[in-house]
């Protein structure tokens, strides 16, 4: 039977192999004939040629390259893509590898990277209906070769989810004599981590070569209690502060890649403590905690599983003695095991989830979407008792329409010209109601920015004119009043300081154009294309160019140098509403890391065997993310999985274990 070369060009270079998957490279043959898959004669007949598909993806266009013959697909190229790296290309090199294996492209998405895969399969079959394909049948869903078949195995410790938790979990257990099995639903681990810019940890062998100091963490513990009016979990908070001194080395001696920064990243934590320590390129995140779960797998004879989603705990009684998952192949996984940790990643997927622990309000999914709640739910279904669950770290800005038309342009690392308008101080923000709603000065903390717009039902007005639109193009945010910029130290500058955002006007008149930004000659016709009453916004509008005229801000008290007055037209609207990167919360747990029944009236009660940790474990905050230090939430992702796993192991080998003394 022939043998087709696989070949799968991409727009930039994978960033890792998957474990269990190493031995596959991106030019090895696979046989592709639709006789290896079904065991059936191929109908679907082509008009032999190479043909051109595409489809939006999540972050661009996707199009594709498909040659066919007679009889079958023979390669598939992606001529085009800016899907996230590390991510959107796996889930594309996988769906290619199937693709032309099964002939079909009747496949499930790869989960974590479901907009991708949809937009890739959607490029293909634009190309196999210009071929001449049978679409019908191509798309017809393809039996998994085990589906309806139950593989029985067991561990020490299973930990659901392979994201910074789940790694420091799984990593920890193995090396402290624990037979791990790890379960993660997507096709790659990291999780939120591999989309975060890096972790809080108190102390390091890169801090001290820096001749920088240990964080002093008591005091550090004292400011995030009282932050949180001390409805937090004292003692979590405790632990994963006093273990994060060396957590940081630990991490660097397990292969990933960062740097201590020499200051802050925001501006507003220039004058506190800095723990903050950086990847150096956070698309490699993920193939670096793979490269950890790789050697566990070596080295200890630890178990991972990817595109295994976990479905249930199993219960005995009032103890947890397994989980069951459904592996890639269709075959169901009936795990034994002596302890369950779940670490599963939070719920940010889950629209409704985020809606109910918001009250009603939504926010932006900006973090892993495939983290849906799935640990927490399966807690939950066993009587779990749920705390911290509007805990968020909702923490950009998003601006309507931004790099939606032509022209949007990256003229910074990280951020788009439309974007940079919703981290300017000088302007006014407003409401639904044509409110002033803040201290626009909080836009230096990204925290407090963020909560202040979830707090208006997550959309607000920032308000330029045309005079303030023209003097940052030209001349950029100093010359408009701007005290500081916004990213410190090793961030981009958001907003350029001292030259001039070029092709700006033109940006936005387009997206004027497109519906995305109201454009009004005078404050009334502003109102009344905002749907607002017009002697409100007047009364806002008169009040604060009042103040600015005077340079003083009597309402709220932001800096007199940013009170910038608006007093002539056109004016322009930009709706900007609240990334959410992920969410800090969802099970009670208690001091050693085990998931309580939700009894209060007992003192919650220990799940005998079933942990928890990271973003699936309330308590570290109140109803609310702490904006005391830089990088918590990764910080505690790390820490707590490492504290849960050395619980865990502690609980399925009878043994001790002292993270603190190691």
């Given at each position: 039977?022939?043998?087709?070369?696989?070949?799968?060009?991409?727009?930039f270079?994978?960033?890792?192999?998957?474990?269990?998957c190493?031995d596959?490279?991106?030019?090895?043959?696979?046989?592709?004939?639709?006789e290896?898959s079904t065991?059936k004669?191929?109908?679907?007949a082509?008009?032999?040629?190479?043909?051109?598909?595409?489809?939006d993806?999540?972050?661009?266009?996707?199009k594709?390259e498909?040659?066919?013959n007679?009889?079958?697909?023979?390669?598939?190229?992606?001529?085009e893509?800016?899907e996230?790296?590390?991510?959107?290309?796996?889930?594309?090199?996988n769906?290619?590898?199937?693709?032309l294996?099964?002939?079909s492209?009747?496949l499930?998405?790869?989960?974590?990277?479901t907009?991708t895969s949809?937009?890739?399969?959607?490029?293909?079959?634009d190309?196999?209906?210009?071929a001449?394909?049978?679409?019908?049948?191509?798309?017809?869903?393809i039996?998994?070769?085990?589906?309806g078949?139950?593989?029985?195995l067991?561990a020490?410790?299973?930990v659901?989810?392979a994201?910074?938790?789940?790694?420091?979990?799984?990593?920890?257990?193995?090396?402290?004599?624990?037979?791990?099995?790890?379960?993660?639903?997507t096709?790659i681990?990291?999780?939120?981590?591999a989309?975060?810019?890096?972790?809080?940890?108190a102390?390091?062998?890169k801090?001290?070569?820096l001749?920088?100091?240990?964080?002093?963490?008591?005091?550090i513990?004292?400011?995030?209690?009282?932050?949180?009016?001390w409805l937090?979990?004292?003692s979590?908070?405790?632990?994963?502060?006093?273990?994060?001194?060396?957590?940081?080395?630990?991490?660097?001696?397990?292969g990933?890649?960062?740097?201590?920064?020499?200051?802050?990243?925001?501006?507003?934590?220039?004058e506190g403590?800095?723990?903050?320590?950086?990847?150096?390129d956070?698309?490699?995140?993920?193939s670096?905690?793979?490269?950890?779960?790789?050697?566990i797998?070596?080295?200890y004879?630890?178990?991972?599983?990817?595109?295994?989603?976990?479905?249930?705990v199993?219960?005995?009684?009032?103890?947890?003695i397994?989980?069951?998952?459904?592996?890639?192949?269709?075959?169901?996984?009936?795990?034994?095991?002596?302890?369950?940790i779940?670490?599963s990643?939070?719920?940010?997927g889950?629209?409704e989830?985020i809606?109910?622990?918001?009250?009603?309000?939504?926010?932006?999914?900006?973090g892993?979407?495939?983290?849906?709640?799935?640990?927490?739910?399966?807690?939950?279904?066993i009587?779990?008792?749920?705390r911290?669950?509007?805990a968020?770290?909702?923490?950009?800005?998003?601006?309507?329409?931004?790099?939606?038309?032509?022209?949007?342009?990256?003229?910074?690392?990280?951020y788009?010209?439309?974007?940079?308008?919703?981290?300017?101080p000088?302007i006014?923000?407003?409401?639904?109601s044509?409110?002033?709603?803040?201290?626009?000065?909080?836009?230096?903390?990204?925290a407090?920015s963020?909560?202040?717009?979830?707090?208006?039902?997550?959309?607000?007005?920032?308000?330029?004119?045309?005079?303030?639109?023209?003097?940052?193009?030209?001349?950029?945010?100093?010359?408009?009043?701007?005290?500081?910029?916004?990213?410190?130290?090793?961030?981009?500058?958001?907003?350029?300081?001292?030259?001039?955002?070029?092709?700006?006007?033109?940006?936005?008149?387009?997206?004027?154009?497109?519906?995305?930004?109201?454009?009004?000659?005078s404050l009334?016709?502003?109102?009344?294309?905002?749907?607002?009453?017009?002697e409100?916004?007047?009364?806002?509008?008169?009040?604060?160019?009042?103040?600015?005229?005077?340079?003083?801000?009597?309402?709220?008290g932001?800096?007199?140098k940013?009170?910038?007055?608006?007093?002539?037209?056109?004016?322009?609207?930009?709706?900007?509403t609240?990334?959410?990167?992920?969410?800090?919360?969802g099970?009670?747990?208690?001091?050693?890391?085990?998931v309580?029944?939700d009894?209060?009236?007992?003192?919650y009660?220990?799940?005998?065997?079933?942990y928890a940790a990271?973003a699936?474990?309330?308590?570290?905050?109140s109803?609310?993310?702490?904006h005391?230090?830089?990088?918590?939430?990764?910080?505690w992702?790390?820490?707590?999985?490492?504290?849960?796993?050395a619980?865990?192991?502690?609980n399925?080998?009878?043994?001790?274990?002292?993270?603190f003394?190691?």
């Open positions: 039977m022939m043998k087709r070369v696989f070949v799968v060009l991409l727009s270079v994978l960033a890792f192999g998957l474990a269990g190493a596959k490279k991106k030019e090895k043959p696979v046989n592709n004939s639709a290896q065991g004669e191929v109908t679907t082509f008009k032999a040629g190479t043909y051109t598909g595409q489809a993806g999540r972050n661009g266009l996707i594709v498909v040659i066919v007679d009889m079958s697909i023979e390669s598939i190229k992606v001529l893509s800016s996230t790296e590390g991510i959107g290309d796996t889930a594309i090199e769906l290619t590898q199937d693709i294996t099964k002939q492209i009747g499930d998405a790869v989960s974590g990277a907009v949809e937009a890739f399969l959607n490029a293909v079959e190309a196999l209906k210009q001449g394909g049978d679409l019908k049948a191509l798309k017809a869903a039996t998994k070769e085990n589906e078949k139950t593989v029985e067991t020490d410790v299973v659901i989810g994201g910074g938790t789940g790694v420091a979990a799984a990593v920890t257990s193995a090396e402290h004599g624990a037979k791990v099995i790890v379960l993660e639903k096709a681990p990291g999780g939120t981590t989309n975060g810019g890096g972790f809080f940890a102390d390091s062998a801090a001290r070569a001749g920088q100091k240990a964080v002093d963490t008591d005091y513990f004292k400011e995030w209690m009282a932050e949180m009016d937090a979990d004292a979590l908070v405790k632990q994963f502060l006093s273990l994060s001194h060396t957590t940081a080395d630990w991490l660097e001696e397990h990933v890649i960062f740097h201590k920064t020499e200051e802050a990243v925001q501006q507003s934590h220039q403590t800095n723990g903050y320590h950086k990847y150096d956070y698309t490699k995140t993920s670096q905690l793979g490269a950890m779960l790789d050697k797998v070596k080295d004879s630890a178990e991972v599983y990817y595109e295994t989603p976990a479905k249930s199993i219960t005995e009684g009032n103890k947890v397994g989980v069951t998952a459904v592996a890639k192949d269709g075959s169901t996984l009936k795990i034994t095991a002596k302890s369950v779940i670490a990643g939070g719920f940010v889950d629209s989830m809606k109910d622990a918001l009250n009603g309000v939504s926010v932006n999914a900006a892993y979407n495939s983290n849906v709640g799935d640990g927490i739910k399966m807690a939950w279904d009587g779990a008792a749920s911290g669950l509007s968020m770290v909702a923490h950009t800005f998003a601006v309507e329409g931004n790099g939606k038309v032509e022209g949007d342009y990256e003229f910074m690392e990280l788009q010209a439309t974007s940079s308008v919703a981290y300017m000088i006014p923000w407003i409401n639904g044509g409110v002033r709603f803040a201290n626009e000065d909080i836009v230096y903390d990204r407090l963020s909560n202040s717009v979830i707090a208006q039902g997550n959309f607000a007005y920032f308000v330029y004119n045309d005079k303030l639109l023209k003097t940052l193009e030209t001349k950029g945010a100093r010359a408009a009043g701007m005290r500081d910029k916004i990213a410190m130290g090793p961030m981009p500058e958001i907003t350029p300081m001292d030259s001039g955002w070029s092709n700006l006007t033109e940006i936005v008149d387009k997206m004027v154009k497109a519906g995305y930004v109201v454009k009004a000659d009334d016709d502003l109102a009344k294309k905002l749907n607002i009453d017009k409100t916004l007047k009364e806002t509008m008169d009040k604060y160019n009042a103040d600015a005229m005077k340079g003083i801000d009597s309402l709220y932001k800096d007199g940013h009170m910038y007055p608006l007093t002539e037209g056109p004016y322009y609207a930009f709706k900007v609240v990334n959410n990167l992920c969410t800090v919360g099970i009670r747990i208690n001091s050693d890391f085990q309580v029944q009894d209060p009236e007992n003192g009660t220990p799940i005998a065997n079933l990271g699936d474990a309330g308590g570290i905050y109803d609310h993310y702490a005391t230090i830089e990088g918590a939430a990764q910080g992702a790390y820490n707590s999985g490492r504290l849960a796993g619980n865990a192991t502690e399925a080998l009878d043994v001790k274990i002292d993270l003394t190691e």
